[in-house]
T-cell receptor, first 115, second 116 residues
Framework: KAGVTQTPRYLIKTRGQQVTLSCSPI?????VSWYQQTPGQGLQFLFE???????NKGNFPGRFSGRQFSNSRSEMNVSTLELGDSALYLC??????????????FGPGTRLTVL | AQSVTQLGSHVSVSEGALVLLRCNYS??????LFWYVQYPNQGLQLLLK??????LVKGINGFEAEFKKSETSFHLTKPSAHMSDAAEYFC??????????????FGKGTKLTVNP
């Protein structure tokens, strides 16, 4: 089974621009979560989607948004980029097959650099 | 709210020596606990997890962790370090019960160096 894939792997943007990151979960997985990883703040939860609905959200400004499609693929968008948004953005999927807790499988991440 | 504290942002061991990475958690409900490993320029890989039952959990690559409720700890160990173990390790707690979401709360990570 293919793992979680994220595109693009690397991205360079300038302040004020917006960016869209994509995540394809493991086949059959219905839950997708997004995390931001920075040297200063570590790994922080952004949001989680399940069946095209946002089920949980972390403490990030409204510039960060996401969505999930019917095939479980997910995108996250960051508008009006700031220098502090430079980070590794990780996507994780889980099957929601009834096990508690379910295991989250992580993708390789998208490295976003804001200049 | 859950939280995780990893003691020691950097740990250095010699090849063949014991690896001990410390993790303490805070949780208002019985916790689900995880250890993940991250190699350079890669995502996170699950090493092991504790849910319920046996408090000594065995994972991949020879790692194991013991859940100690009285000490609110979930330390990760490996009897003999290998060069390939050099990576960053993250301890995490799940607050799955709150709203049914699979949110993980991570510690700050411990970077393990293995010296030849």
């Amino acid at each position: 089974k293919a793992g979680v894939t994220q595109t693009p792997r690397y991205l360079i943007k300038t302040r004020g621009q917006q960016v869209t990151l994509s995540c394809s979960p493991i086949s059959g997985h219905r839950s997708v979560s997004w995390y931001q990883q920075t040297p200063g703040q570590g790994l922080q939860f952004l949001f989680e989607y399940f069946s095209e609905t946002q089920r949980n959200k972390g403490n990030f400004p409204g510039r960060f948004s996401g969505r999930q499609f019917s095939n479980s693929r997910s995108e996250m968008n960051v508008s009006t980029l700031e220098l502090g948004d430079s980070a590794l953005y990780l996507c994780a999927s889980s099957s929601e097959a009834g096990r508690v807790p379910d295991t989250q499988y992580f993708g390789p991440g998208t490295r976003l650099t804001v200049l | 709210a859950q939280s995780v504290t990893q003691l020691g942002s950097h740990v250095s061991v010699s090849e063949g020596a014991l690896v001990l990475l410390r993790c303490n958690y805070s949780s208002s409900v019985p916790p689900y606990l995880f250890w993940y490993v991250q190699y350079p320029n890669q995502g996170l890989q699950l090493l092991l997890k504790y849910t319920t039952g046996a408090t000594l959990v065995k994972g991949i690559n020879g790692f194991e962790a013991e859940f100690k409720k009285s000490e609110t700890s979930f330390h990760l160990t490996k009897p003999s370090a290998h060069m390939s173990d050099a990576a960053e390790y993250f301890c995490a707690v799940s607050d799955r019960r709150q709203g049914g979401s699979e949110k993980l709360v991570f510690g700050k990570g411990t970077k393990l160096t293995v010296n030849p």
